[in-house]
C-alpha cells in the first residue's frame, strides 16, 4: 500500500511501513548531471573547432611564407637584388612575381599580423611570421626566417 503526502515541501512516500524522503536535491541532481555534461560536450567541441581552426591557420600561414620566399626569389632573380620593404609593401611590384598578393593576415591574441619583411641588404632579407599555433616544427607566435646570397 502506498500513500502520498506533502510536507513542507518534500515528498514523503509510504511504503510497506517505510517512510522515504526525497528532497528538492534528489529531485534536481539527474537534471543538473545531465546538463553539466551537456555543457561539458559543448565546450569540448567549442575547444576542438578553435584548434582545428588555428591549426590550419598556421598551416595556411607556413604555405604563404614559403610562397613569398619563392616570390623573393624570382624578384632577385629578376632585379639582381631583393626587394625594398616599399617594394615588397606594393601590390602592383610584388603581384609580378607571387600568385597571391599579399597573402591573407590571421589576426590573433598573440598576432596582430602575419608577416613583416626587412631587407637587410640588396643581397638579404630577414621574413617574420606568427603562427596562431605550433606547426611544422615552428613555435606558436613570431617566427623569422632570413636569407643571404
Keep these: 500500500m502506498e500513500q502520498q503526502t506533502e510536507n513542507l515541501g518534500q515528498k514523503l512516500e509510504v511504503q510497506s511501513g517505510r517512510i ?3 528532497s528538492f536535491l534528489g529531485k534536481i541532481w539527474p537534471l543538473a548531471t545531465a546538463l553539466v555534461i551537456v555543457v561539458f560536450l559543448l565546450l569540448s567541441i567549442v575547444l576542438a573547432w578553435n584548434s ?15 610562397g613569398l620566399q619563392k616570390a623573393l626569389d624570382y624578384f632577385y ?8 620593404a616599399q617594394e615588397f609593401a606594393d601590390r602592383n611590384i610584388m603581384i609580378n612575381y607571387a600568385n ?3 597573402p591573407f593576415d590571421f589576426v590573433s591574441k598573440s598576432c596582430s599580423q602575419s608577416f613583416v619583411y626587412k631587407r637587410a641588404s640588396k643581397n638579404g632579407y630577414s621574413l617574420s611570421f606568427c603562427l596562431p599555433k605550433k606547426e611544422g616544427g615552428f613555435k606558436q607566435g613570431w617566427n623569422q626566417v632570413t636569407i643571404n646570397k
Design 52 to 66: 582545428g581552426k588555428n591549426s590550419a591557420q598556421s598551416k595556411l600561414v607556413l604555405t604563404n611564407a614559403s
Design 100 to 102: 597571391l598578393f599579399p
Design 20 to 22: 522515504q524522503k526525497k
Design 77 to 84: 632573380s629578376d632585379q639582381d637584388r631583393f626587394s625594398t
